[in-house]
């Protein structure tokens, strides 16, 4: 709360040379260098406290998961989020990650729609589990049934800014281009300046400078 991380390690390692078989204290620690932002020391203190017995399992894997993901370790980190949904399916931000790792960083989209349709059993109320289900079925090319989850998505949360960035997405990868650039543009007013009205910004410029690219090259004759 302090955000005095030095000192915490301090007292810590004092604990730990005192009580070494302690799972709290190994947690803890292994929090304390991930505040100061020494990943590999909190991955080891966090894993001798998954070996230790620590208690709640799912809150050590979440953390976990968190690190390897800043570590770029993703399959790592896929394991530790998948631990989590194992015995705890509350939170949709671990779905969310999950899926994110499945889809964005190691190319499993069958898996991520697997994760979605659980998220949906989980959460059948909440507009993010179709979102995520729209976003697994459009990275597997099922642009019908992608459509049909994003537009019950935005049925239940019409400002869910992902929901249209994913529309977009779907709409560009059935090369829909101005629906695509229609989409990216109100998931980038609803997201006021978020990852996602970056990410719905970047997409819409990359999609007009395509088009002026093939503009130039289809109607400026060459010397």
Known sequence: SLNENKEAIDALEQANTLAPKNPKTSFFLGLSYFADNQLDKAIYYLEKADEQGYEPKD??????????TLKKEYEKADTSYQ?????????????????????????????????????????????????????????????????????????????????????GWLYEKKGSINLAKEYYKRAYIL????????SAAIRFNKLNQNELKNYYQTNIASP
């Open 191 to 198: 997201a006021k300046s978020n990852s996602i009205g970056n």
């Open 83 to 167: 631990d989590v949904l194992k015995n705890n399916k509350k939170d949709l931000q671990v779905f969310t990650r999950a899926i994110w790792i499945n889809i964005d960083k190691i190319d499993n989209p069958e898996r991520a729609l697997e994760l979605a349709k659980i998220a949906i059993v989980n959460h059948p109320d909440q507009a993010m589990s179709y979102n995520l289900a729209g976003w697994a079925y459009t990275a597997l090319g099922e642009f019908k049934k992608g459509k049909q989850n994003l537009d019950k998505a935005l049925s239940l949360d019409p400002k869910l800014d992902v929901a249209n960035l994913n529309l």
């Open 59 to 68: 809150q050590l894997n979440l953390k976990l998961g968190d690190i390897y």
